[in-house]
């Protein structure tokens, strides 16, 4: 622990809290986290099978920049166990986790993320700009700024007489943009159906949480707002199911907002080709992979063993392989159609 | 608050309006026709709008579908886009064009950005409207007219009416398109009962529900010596100057582009080709902006179109100034568009 900013990882004790949750959520929970990064490692491995020799960020078969979300899961799982796919979903530009755990088409996904005519933006949008109205699921490529949209969306929803809500991300970072500020301050006031939650990994790229935030907790800030704010540390996804829970089923009863900050963990970079120098507090990091940790305590719990674990692992495997060969066997779309889909 | 001068032309079919109360029919019409319409803006309930743009309403349709905000335009903006996207149809009032900067990234990244990001899944049918121009001392912060920057974006379509006509007609338009449709009213057009007066902004606009089609421009005066093509209150301003020209013999024809999302290239090439002189005016920054676009169109088309060069007649790239003989010393109003149209048609 050589950093103020590092991840304070809850032990397995610490991470208490839905003891009591029915097996079979708690095996959904453990399954969404295994297909959220299963499908990421599979991502990993195609976004740097050809960016060589070296490393040209432009290159290969999925070009661009990369963020992934592992070790993340458990804000993703956690929250959206809660939701159907009639309920808005607003990522950062770090989305997969949610996208998966929303129940985005995987095939579509990963062919936009391989900018194929397949995807969900026919490789318009990449993979910071997903959007899926199947789940009215949609993220964004700046800092908070995918707050005020989902403002709308639980605005439409509550107008068209729905008990629908808006689920709205940000990292801890975009807790200090304005947006963010704005989005909290109208939702409250308008008692709109939105779970607030912040991913807070700790590094706001490479700076982290304690040299950007006057407070130690996002949660704090709801405050500010006169809604309820909760931060579950320890990376624990039925502590993020516990406050998800309570959320939802406020803003599902006209109650309005609720802020969750869940304290997270990047485990890998930024984005892919981050080196992380300025981090110091990744020797440790994969002990506190949430999903290891989950799956032995599931199997201390006599829920999980040998044979579901596999065959969760596989059917993982199963639809990640699916969707990448879908997204290979995709048309490259037309570059004479550059210009489509600027108008209606 | 209808100003009440002797209407020119009465017909069975048209009242004279100012643009503020002829904008406010054109909304009423459409939330009474369609549910999901509504309005979201800063002062728009019971004040009606700082420019007028929604009086009445209020009454008429309550607070919840005339909702006054919080002076929190990237959240209020934002809101409308969200809730376009879920089927509803927002009118969102950011209060002035020069507000922009607030608010920008929910316009340009998301406003804009969704339809072509999804491959055309998803849609944003919404209308952004704001107040543009100066000409009444308010300085530096409050007086841009700014269309030129939406135009330069990808994403939204850019109107900007000059009658009140028109400003029916395109609102209609606008809030029945199933894209982002920025709509600027320049406040010298309105009517307000509290700024200069302009003879052309209290008008005859035809009873009942019609559109504007946007993107189409609109020969205002026919004449064969000059063309000047313009937007918004420099149309008017155009007109005065070609009725001054006309005793002296020169024939001024003014297109009034009514948007500049879509522009209406063949007009223009159209025009120019009949009087082969082109003066474009335009209330906004001379450069990078709508005056250069206009002349791009001529030049490569046709530049042989032009029998002599065109005259630019715009903001000379300053900040709008506060003191009274320094704005209109910047602004292209009457004097400055009499000069350039007397040059081009000297040759």
Redesign the interface.
């Given at each position: 622990m050589t950093t103020q900013a590092a991840a304070q990882p809850a032990t397995p004790q610490q991470a208490g809290g839905g003891t009591g949750l029915d097996p079979a959520v708690r095996l959904d929970l453990y399954e969404t986290m295994v297909l959220s990064r299963t499908y990421e490692e599979a991502i990993l491995r195609e976004y740097h099978a050809d960016k060589g020799p070296g490393f040209d960020i432009g290159k290969g078969l999925i070009p661009g920049e990369m963020h992934l979300s592992a070790g993340q899961e458990p804000v993703a799982a956690g929250v959206c166990a809660h939701l159907t796919t009639d309920d808005?979903v607003t990522a950062t530009h770090r989305p997969h986790h949610f996208a998966v755990a929303h129940g985005v088409d995987l095939r579509r996904m990963t062919a936009e993320i391989f900018g194929r005519e397949d995807?969900?933006?026919?490789?318009?949008?990449g993979h910071m700009?997903l959007?899926?109205?199947d789940t009215?699921f949609?993220c964004?490529?700046?800092i908070a700024?995918g707050?005020?949209?989902?403002?709308?969306?639980?605005?439409?929803?509550h107008?068209?007489g729905t008990d629908r809500i808006?689920v709205a991300v940000t990292g801890e970072g975009a807790a200090n943009q304005?947006?963010f500020h704005?989005?909290l301050?109208?939702a409250a006031?308008w008692s709109l159906p939105v779970v607030f939650v912040v991913e807070d990994n700790d590094w706001g790229i490479s700076v982290p949480r304690t040299a950007s935030t006057s407070v130690a907790s996002n949660a704090d800030r709801a405050a500010a707002y006169g809604i309820p704010g909760e931060r579950i540390e320890g990376n624990d996804v039925e502590g993020v199911y516990d406050a998800a829970r309570r959320a939802v089923a406020r803003a599902r009863a006209g109650e309005g907002p609720s802020l969750i900050e869940v304290h997270t963990l990047r485990l890998w970079g930024h984005f892919e080709g981050d080196a992380q120098g300025y981090r110091l507090d990744l020797e440790d990091a994969p002990s506190h992979d949430p999903i290891p940790r989950y799956e032995t305590r599931l199997r201390e719990a006599g829920v999980l063993d040998d044979e579901t674990v596999t065959r969760i692992r596989s059917a993982a495997s199963e639809r990640t392989e699916d969707a990448i060969a879908f997204a290979k066997n995709s048309p490259v779309p037309d570059p004479a159609s550059a210009t489509?889909?600027?108008?209606? | 608050m209808t100003i009440t001068e002797t209407p020119t032309t009465p017909t069975p079919h048209s009242r004279r309006l100012t643009t503020s109360k002829a904008i406010v029919e054109a909304i009423a019409f459409e939330m009474e026709r369609d549910p999901s319409v509504f309005y979201l803006g800063e002062d728009v309930g019971s004040y009606g709008g700082i420019f007028g743009s929604t009086g009445g309403l209020l009454d008429r349709f309550g607070k919840?579908r005339v909702i006054d905000?919080?002076i929190?335009e990237?959240?209020?903006?934002?809101?409308?886009?969200?809730?376009?996207?879920?089927?509803?149809r927002?009118i969102v009032e950011l209060m002035f064009a020069d507000f922009m900067g607030v608010c920008l990234?929910?316009i340009y990244?998301?406003m804009a950005?969704?339809?072509?990001?999804?491959?055309?899944?998803?849609?944003v049918?919404m209308v952004l409207t704001m107040a543009a121009g100066g000409g009444y001392s308010d300085g530096a912060q409050h007086s841009q007219c700014l269309w030129g920057t939406f135009a330069h974006l990808?994403?939204m379509?850019v109107v900007v009416p000059s009658s009140p006509a028109d400003a029916k007609g395109l609102m209609t338009a606008a809030i029945r398109d199933?894209?982002p449709v920025v709509y600027l009213f320049h406040k010298g057009v309105m009517g307000l009962p509290w700024m200069a007066k302009n003879p052309r902004s209290n008008d005859a606009v035809p009873d009942g529900d019609y559109e504007t089609p946007i993107g189409k421009a609109n020969v205002v005066r026919s004449g064969s010596d000059v063309t000047v093509v313009t937007i918004s209150l420099s149309v008017h301003h155009a007109l005065d100057v070609a009725e001054r020209l006309a005793d002296d013999g020169i024939d001024v024809e003014v297109l009034d582009l009514r948007s500049l999302v879509p522009l209406d290239r063949e007009a223009i090439l159209a025009s120019v080709a009949k009087t082969g002189r082109l003066v474009v005016v335009d209330e906004d920054y001379l450069s990078f902006g709508m005056s250069g676009e206009v002349v791009a169109t001529i030049a490569e088309h046709d530049p042989t179109l032009l029998k002599r060069p065109a005259e630019r007649v715009a903001v000379p790239d300053v900040p709008i100034p506060y003191a009274h003989a320094l704005e209109y010393a910047v602004l292209p109003r009457q004097d400055r568009i009499e000069a350039a149209v007397r040059r081009v048609v000297a040759g």
């Open positions: 808005a995807g969900l933006g026919r490789g318009r949008g700009h959007f899926d109205p009215h949609s964004s490529g700046i700024e707050y005020p949209p989902a403002l709308g969306q639980a605005f439409a929803f107008r068209q808006a304005g947006a704005e989005s301050n109208l006031r489509s889909y600027v108008f209606a | 919840d905000t919080p929190s990237t959240a209020f903006i934002g809101l409308g886009i969200g809730a376009a996207v879920e089927g509803m927002p990234d929910q990244n998301h950005k969704i339809h072509f990001e999804s491959g055309g899944n998803v849609k049918p990808p994403g379509k199933d894209n």
